[in-house]
């Protein structure tokens, strides 16, 4: 009888780890972050004049929150967008599918300038997203910068995220 006992503990243990696991998992309504996206990108660039170029660039990479969990901690972020430049000045801007390690989406669109002097720094604001991440609101600020003159580069990012 006592390990009929034992064994009910345990499968009712068991139980509540189990049924508690998902809700432990589920993403806050809210929150702050912020974090550092690592990429490497890859550009074509189209010169309108002398000094004067027009890119089209793919960025890709993975975020990681400063937390080392939580919000996007470690999702795969693929960004899309355009540059205008005159003599290494100007404007870009584009759009970004996230995806975090259980294959739910996250979508954003951002907009920026790029200045030698300054780097590439800008806004971003979360559009919306697929499972956990649907109806997804949120402003948002980065400050990118180039590694050296290589294809890899860093992006400090913070702000903020409410879901509905």
């Known amino acids: 009888m006592r390990t009929k006992s034992t064994g009910g503990m345990l499968a009712t243990g068991g139980l509540v780890l ?21 990429w490497t ?17 793919v960025y890709k990479g993975t975020i990681f929150n400063d937390a080392g969990k939580g919000f996007l ?9 355009v540059s205008d ?15 975090d390690k259980t294959n739910d989406k996250a979508f954003l669109v951002w907009k ?8 590439f720094q800008g806004t971003y604001q979360w559009t919306g997203g697929t499972g956990q991440y649907t ?4 402003n ?3 400050q990118a910068t180039r590694i050296g003159s290589s294809s890899e580069g860093r992006a400090l990012q913070k702000g903020e995220w409410q879901l509905p």
Do not use: M, R, W
């Open 18 to 38: 189990l049924l508690g696991a998902p809700a432990a998992a589920q993403l806050e309504k809210q929150g702050t972050y912020s974090a550092v996206y690592g």
């Open 41 to 57: 990108f890859s550009s074509t660039v189209h010169e309108v004049e002398d000094g004067h170029v027009f890119t089209h660039d």
């Open 73 to 81: 901690h470690e999702a795969s972020n693929v960004c899309f967008g």
């Open 85 to 99: 430049l005159i003599q290494g000045k100007g404007d870009a801007h584009g759009y970004c599918v996230v995806t």
């Open 112 to 119: 920026g300038t790029i200045d030698p002097a300054t780097g």
């Open 135 to 138: 109806g997804l609101k949120g």
């Open 140 to 142: 948002n600020t980065f």
